[in-house]
């Protein structure tokens, strides 16, 4: 591996590691003071380490064909976000076949992070567009 590729991949994963604490805090902070009530099908600390996992898979997988010479990753991008969306659906699907009562608050709960990460991810990614 290059010195390139671990120097990006470092610095990702502290950028990453930042930013799911910090959403998390925010989070878990707006649940517990405006969602006491509501019952959640899956834990919030799990939604997180979902999302980070995905997040530097995904980072690290075009990092690496970014720094082996392929500088083409759009198509690299444009698939794996497409595999993250389905690996999202299965996370999903013991909620989504349960008869757990109010579904509605847990797929916000996943969905409004999911996409602060996709932008995360996306902001992270442009500076390999951009050396283009």
Known sequence: M????????????IQ???FTLALFGIHSYL???????ISFFFPLWQLYIFHFII???LYTLINYR??????DIFNT???????KMILAIVFLLPLLV????????DVFNF???YFLFLFFEVFSLTKFLQKN
């Open 31 to 37: 649940i517990h003071y405006f969602g006491k009530e």
């Open 2 to 13: 290059t010195t390139e590729f671990k120097k990006n991949q470092t610095s990702f994963l």
């Open 55 to 57: 997040t530097a898979a």
């Open 16 to 18: 990453a590691v930042l």
């Open 77 to 83: 991008f444009m698939i794996a976000t497409f595999l």
């Open 111 to 113: 969905f409004i992070p």
């Open 66 to 71: 970014y720094n082996s010479g392929k500088k």
């Open 98 to 105: 349960s008869d757990f009562e109010n579904k509605q608050p």
